[in-house]
């Protein structure tokens, strides 16, 4: 059985940093993703990374402040966030399991929250 546990989430001001965790049990994942959703939005892809390619891939919105990391023998990956910005505020997810980076996650977490006071 699949799980995937996002952590790290917080309250935080702008221009401050935070770094939010996942580790995914129940299987070996090449493609995995970070996603949000802001209240009143569409959830939308914040970044991924995949293991099998070698790459990293970002949201132009997040570009040069937030940087995707795994740790393959853990099953884990890591977001951290820097110059953070209250339009950053939203529920981060965890996905895991796509065929690509820019496919359809099969497995999700259950979210962890990030809110960015102004």
């Known amino acids: 059985q699949v799980q995937v546990v996002e952590s790290g989430g917080g309250l935080v001001q702008a221009g401050g940093s935070l770094r939010l965790s996942c580790a995914a049990s129940?299987?070996?994942?090449?493609?995995m993703g970070w996603f949000r959703q802001a209240p009143g939005a569409e959830r939308e892809f914040v970044a991924a990374s995949s293991w099998s390619a070698g790459r990293t891939y970002y949201a132009d919105s997040v570009k040069g402040r937030f940087t995707i990391s795994r740790d393959n023998a853990l099953n884990a990956m890591f977001l951290q966030m820097n110059s953070l910005k209250p339009e950053d505020t939203a529920v981060y997810y965890c996905?895991?399991?796509?065929?690509?980076?820019?496919?359809?996650?099969?497995?999700w977490g259950q979210g962890t929250q990030v809110t960015v006071s102004s």
């Open positions: 129940g299987g070996t994942f090449s493609n």
């Open positions: 996905a895991a399991g796509a065929k690509t980076y820019d496919a359809e996650y099969p497995y």
